[in-house]
């Protein structure tokens, strides 16, 4: 049983440590805004991976081999999402480039559930949550010895999740990350804006 949990983890941080939307929306926010700002966006996330658990745990892998449309339509709905989100960005990115030839704007302040928005929708409609819970996890439930322990596994993903973008706020916040990002504002937000808008590209371009 400890062998299994202990599988668990290992899977899902490997999943959590492999570059997605999720990462780059928060080390993005992590350096460009405010720690509070990022908890957030952390929380959304979370919240968003508690559901793909609970659905996992439901049967989500019957329901898409049941109903083959809805991981297409999902794919379809997280393309128009990340394109969406990636146009924000370049927005601003080109904003900030028009302001450097005028004179500086202060940025507006943000309502903090527009970030746990920001982080539910980029999770609920990632690409990757949708192919980690909708198989990989999915499967993985399927080991006997873990029946009795669903509400453990549940438990256990959740917070591996806030603890692993927990270490990311930490990390992109430092003041030389900061730094960095006061210094090359505009590059970093058009890489931000570029990297959301090919993931969207590349879903709305999946058969």
């Not at 793909?52 to 439901?58: E, H, N």
């Not at 309502?111 to 996890?137: D, H």
Request: aromatic letters at 16%.
């Amino acid at each position: 049983m400890f062998i299994a949990l202990a599988t668990l983890v290992f899977i899902h941080f490997c999943a959590l440590i492999t570059p997605g939307p999720d990462f780059f929306l928060v080390s993005q926010t992590a350096i460009s805004r405010s720690r509070r700002d990022s908890l957030m966006v952390v929380a959304g996330i979370t919240l968003g991976v508690m559901i793909w658990a609970m659905l996992a745990l439901l049967g989500l892998n019957i329901l898409f081999e049941q109903v083959h449309w809805l991981k297409k339509l999902l794919f379809v709905a997280g393309g128009i999402y990340l394109c969406w989100l990636g146009y924000q960005m370049l927005r601003s990115a080109f904003a900030q480039q028009d302001a450097n030839h005028t004179m500086h704007i202060p940025t507006l302040p943000k309502s903090a559930w527009r970030f746990f928005l920001q982080g539910f929708l980029t999770n609920l409609l990632n690409p990757k949550a949708v192919i980690y819970f909708g198989s990989v996890f999915s499967l993985f439930l399927n080991n006997p010895i873990l029946d009795d322990l669903h509400g453990l596994l549940f438990v256990i993903v959740a917070v591996e999740t806030f603890l692993w973008f927990l270490a990311v706020i930490l990390i992109f916040s430092l003041p030389t990350f900061k730094q960095a990002y006061e210094k090359a504002q505009q590059w970093i937000d058009s890489f931000s804006g570029g990297i959301f808008t090919a993931f969207g590209l590349y879903l709305l371009g999946q058969k």
